[in-house]
C-alpha cells in the first residue's frame, strides 16, 4: 500500500491538496489495516486522514533546502525508465 506515497518535498510546482489527502489516506490505510473502514470506524478514519494531511502540509509549508526544487516531468520520467527496467524480464 504505502508505494504510493510519494515525497511531497522540494517539487516545483508545491504538492497540492490532493497529493497530500492521497498520502494520508495511504498512510492511514496502511496503519490501519483496512483499505475501507467499516461503518464504526469511518468517522475515526476519516478524522485520522484529515488531521494527518492538515500536519503534512504544516510539515512541507515549514521544510527548508538548499537543493534547487525537482521537476515533477523529470521525476516521473526516472520513475517511467526504472518500471521499464525492473519489469523488462517478466
Known amino acids: 500500500m504505502c508505494r504510493n506515497i510519494h515525497t511531497l518535498h ?3 510546482p508545491a504538492a497540492n491538496e490532493d497529493e ?3 498520502a494520508a489516506l495511504q498512510y492511514v490505510r496502511k ?9 464504526a470506524n469511518t468517522e475515526a ?7 494527518i494531511a492538515h500536519i503534512t502540509q504544516h510539515l512541507l509549508a515549514d521544510l527548508v533546502s538548499t537543493a534547487p526544487p525537482k521537476d515533477r516531468e523529470v ?10 527496467k525492473r519489469f523488462a524480464n517478466a
Open 10 to 12: 522540494n517539487f516545483e
Open 20 to 22: 497530500v489527502h492521497a
Open 31 to 39: 496503519i490501519s489495516g483496512s483499505t475501507k473502514p467499516s461503518k
Open 45 to 51: 478514519f476519516e478524522r485520522a486522514v484529515h488531521e
Open 75 to 84: 521525476e516521473a520520467a526516472k520513475a517511467r525508465e526504472r518500471s521499464a
